[in-house]
């Protein structure tokens, strides 16, 4: 089932904000411990998916490109950009019509604006494979039961948005398959999910609060694995 990740994903945020409309008073030292736990899996996952390629070369090539690429177009400063707009958009509305849309402003930036949702994404449309984003649902269920304490209910419905965006691009990954010759899509499955797995040991490290590293700069690096593998197969 190609949405099954996402439809996780989706139900994980919907569930945690339910259980934070519970949890009025969470630790802060809890927070802290739950939160590097999942730093660590993330990163230990991306160390998992980095030794798929055959060719770390081409992975060294394409993410160091991609960064550079990345921080030319400097993505990260166009979703933060974004985010800004939006919630000044809602902020009025939020401030006069109580916690409801500011908890979905907030978690809807939180929970779709980064690499691990697209990747995950890719991952469940190319090779059906839901492990990436049911990781991602882990966190954001976490996430959203912090949010919800004190956001309040409003963080629920940015499942919606998540579903939307990540099954798109699930239902979208799908399609490539009937126009991409096998061998071609396996190599480019494998370097992929090498050049990935770099980004999410990203995520794990900045969740564990060692780095500030900017992973929406590095996306631009699964556009130059596309191109790479498409001058190997051809040539």
């Known amino acids: 089932m190609v949405l099954l990740g996402t439809i996780v994903n989706a139900i994980l945020i919907i569930v945690g904000s339910i259980i934070g409309r519970f949890l009025k008073d969470i630790p802060e030292n809890m927070k802290q411990t739950v939160m590097n736990a999942i730093g660590i899996a993330i990163a230990v996952l991306g160390i998992q998916m980095g030794f798929k390629s055959n060719n770390f070369v081409i992975v060294i090539i394409c993410i160091v490109l991609g960064g550079v690429l990345g921080e030319w177009i400097d993505l990260d400063k166009w979703l933060n950009r974004l985010g800004n707009y939006v919630e000044k958009k809602f902020g009025s ?4 019509g109580g916690s409801i849309a500011q908890g979905f402003v907030t978690g809807t930036l939180i929970f779709v604006i980064g690499a691990m949702g697209v990747l995950g994404a890719l991952n469940s449309g190319l090779q059906n494979d839901h492990e990436l984003l049911i990781s991602k649902g882990i966190i954001d269920g976490f ?3 912090i949010l919800a304490a004190t956001l309040g209910i409003g963080v629920l419905l940015s499942a919606i948005p998540v579903a939307i965006y990540q099954g ?4 979208f990954a799908t399609q490539i398959t009937k126009i991409i010759p096998e061998a071609a899509l396996d190599l480019f499955l494998q370097e992929m999910t090498a050049t990935g797995g770099i980004m999410i040991i990203a995520i794990g490290l900045n969740l564990l609060g060692l780095t500030k590293i900017r992973v929406a700069n590095l996306l631009p690096s699964l556009v130059i694995v596309a191109i ?3 001058f190997i197969y051809n040539f």
């Open 93 to 96: 509305k939020a401030a006069q």
């Open 168 to 171: 798109a691009i699930a239902l």
């Open 228 to 230: 790479a593998v498409t």
């Open 143 to 145: 996430t959203s039961i």
